[in-house]
């Protein structure tokens, strides 16, 4: 079974969707600007693992405009790091823009990576103008599926804890995934990324209230002007 393994690891292989060890590695090998970016890859998970977070990293470690978004399975994953790195940085406008293209056009995002875009896309979509179309749209019940079985992560509780407040305006099942997210913090490996979502929340908290206060006075002027 190893040496099956190997082989199906090592020989350069393209296994749709994505490739394998030995076809990255090739490509690494002939191409510089292929082998720069798998370093900057590494480099931005080393400095994950420092506590770094991926706002403060040098901006053009994430171009996602000098990197082909559909032919290259490697680039997904770059162009999913510039879409968080727009999260971190409470750019919510770019982080939608970057995961509306990869959504739409990269065939190389699959699975949990998608499922994570899809959830930057909602979140964005719920502090925004949270339109009920929107959000339903983009849920499929692959990614119902998967929010499902990941929530025990910070980043789902978090998204979980703003959908609640502003798709279903339920403030007692929000704060249970508050205190699932204190829980799940506790042992997450990455201080950066535990910081960033703690801002997303207390970002989510203040917009709900802003939201809420003036849903209160718009009801109240209109009840005074029908008076």
């Known amino acids: 079974m190893g040496v099956i393994f190997a082989l199906i690891n090592g020989v350069p292989l393209y296994i749709y969707p994505i490739n394998n060890d030995g076809l990255n590695a090739l490509k690494i090998k002939r191409d510089y600007k292929t082998k720069r970016d ?15 977070r991926l706002r403060d990293m040098p901006a053009e470690w994430f171009g996602v405009e000098n990197r082909d978004h559909t032919s290259n399975p490697m680039n997904a994953a770059f162009n999913i790091l510039a879409c968080m790195r727009a999260m971190d940085a409470l750019d ?5 823009k970057i995961g509306h ?23 964005c979509e719920l502090i925004g103008e949270n339109r009920f179309y929107n959000i339903e749209t983009l849920e ?3 990614f119902k ?34 205190k699932d997210f204190e829980k799940a913090a506790r042992n997450y490996p990455y ?3 535990i910081e960033n979502e703690r801002e997303l929340l207390a970002y989510a908290q203040k917009t709900y209230k802003e939201k809420c ?11 005074r002007t029908d008076s």
């Open 101 to 123: 293209y990869l959504l739409a056009h990269d065939k190389n995002l699959i699975g949990i990576s998608r499922h994570n875009v899809t959830m930057v896309m909602i979140f």
């Open 38 to 52: 798998f370093w900057i890859k590494l480099k931005i998970n080393e400095q994950l693992a420092k506590g770094k």
């Open 145 to 178: 599926k998967y929010i499902q079985a990941s929530s025990k992560l910070p980043e789902v509780n978090r998204f979980l804890y703003a959908y609640e407040l502003f798709y279903h305006h339920d403030e007692q099942k929000a704060q249970k995934h508050l």
């Open 191 to 193: 201080e950066g990324a």
């Open 213 to 223: 206060k003036k849903a209160y006075v718009s009801q109240f002027n209109n009840i």
């Open 92 to 96: 919510f406008e770019t982080a939608k």
């Open 140 to 142: 499929s019940k692959d």
